[in-house]
């Protein structure tokens, strides 16, 4: 049935204006047309927006494992997931689904598992749900996954992520200024030391095992290494073949970026530094960086500072990463502080990780559009708060009574 939301101010790609938007179908058929029968949406004192597109979120985890070691039901989380993710305006997800050789929550047994069920689930869930393959590349055993998800009829991400190499780093070097992962004389911790099992605690009590365990893990797959370069490029080879949107994640060099930017990841994904996001800049890629550090006014682990590298031109996206709600009031505080005009900070959250995952039907509030929209209750100077999302049309969220 088509209707025709009226009264709200309008974030367009060139301004705020208050015109009419007609859904029909699934889609925007226009702007300001003529009265045709339609039905009336009264959203006047609002804020109508295209809905989120959130390029990484793991928010998910936390329904799946509220707390270490306890488990719920994965169909349960991911209901709920859904139903946190339509609250807050996001209308398309890529769920970071880590493809890791730790056992337990973030394994590939695991992943195979939230994979199947979201397929299963597509025709319950409010949310178009898709996958970012958060793969750890001393994860071997993930290949067969990776290639059944890139059969599936919406193409995942394919992230690139050497959590490895950042665990065994050797202490006195900062994370981020680390070398290259892939550097013959990368500097390695003392695995057999006290000081590196109290840093694996917290991981091992994720993965279920103990602490002893799970050094003698990580101490095991570390003998991989010599392999690791020739199994990216097989992965990479696997990606631009489904010609999946590819990322690189946490980048401490631009030597690094350059490396998975000739593999063909095109989206530089949490830069742990300044210079490795203005080579990705030169370079024409995708920037990424996390909502909560915009909210929080910084990093909590010491990388840059969001709000700042928005300000220079050296972010095109912001994403969860941990918490969902992060992205709108990242916004907020961004528009507050005058950074810039809402129109143009609003790409960040919508507009533009919809280009950067090959997905130019949304993202904006145009004719020929995907009818993915959010109404938002917004007083001045408040935190922006979603009362209704469309997801290709369909009320996907309502906290009001719209008619739909």
Known sequence: MAFVIKGADVLLPDGVARVSVRVEDGRITGLDVPDDGARGIDAGGLTL?????????????????????????????????????????????????????????RSVETAGRIMDLLGGMAGRLSVESRLQLRWETFCFEARPLIERALAAPLTPALAFNDHTSMAVLDPMVPLQ??????????????????????????????????????????????????????????????????????????????????????????????????????????????????????????????????????????????????????MLAAVARLHADGVAPLHRLWPLVSGNPARACGLPDRGQIAAGKRADLVLLDWPEGRAPAPVLTLGNGRTAFAARDFGL
């Open 49 to 105: 927006a295209p809905a989120l597109v959130d390029i990484h979120g793991d928010g998910f985890e936390r329904q799946m494992m509220p707390r270490p070691g306890v488990l719920f039901p994965l169909d349960t989380a991911l209901l709920e997931t859904d139903r946190q993710l339509a609250g807050n305006g996001i209308a398309t997800a890529y769920h970071a689904l880590t493809l890791s050789w730790e056992p337990g929550l």
């Open 177 to 326: 200024g680390r070398p290259f992962d892939l550097d013959p004389d990368y500097p390695v911790a003392n695995l057999a030391g006290a000081a590196f099992a109290r840093k694996m605690a917290s991981r091992a009590k994720r993965s279920g095992l103990g602490t002893d365990a799970f050094v003698d893990r990580i101490a095991g797959i570390w003998e991989r290494r010599p392999q690791v370069e020739a199994v990216i490029a097989e992965i990479a080879a696997l990606g631009r073949a489904r010609s999946a949107p590819m990322l690189s994640h946490d980048d401490s060099q631009p030597r690094t970026r350059a490396y998975y930017r000739d593999q063909g990841a095109r989206i530089a994904e949490f830069p742990m530094n300044t210079e490795v996001a203005q080579g990705a800049r030169g370079a024409g890629d995708w920037i990424v960086f996390g909502a909560p550090n915009v909210v929080r006014g910084g990093s909590h682990i010491g990388s840059p500072d969001a709000g700042d590298m928005v300000a220079r031109g050296l972010c095109d996206i912001l994403a969860s990463d941990y918490f969902y709600p992060a």
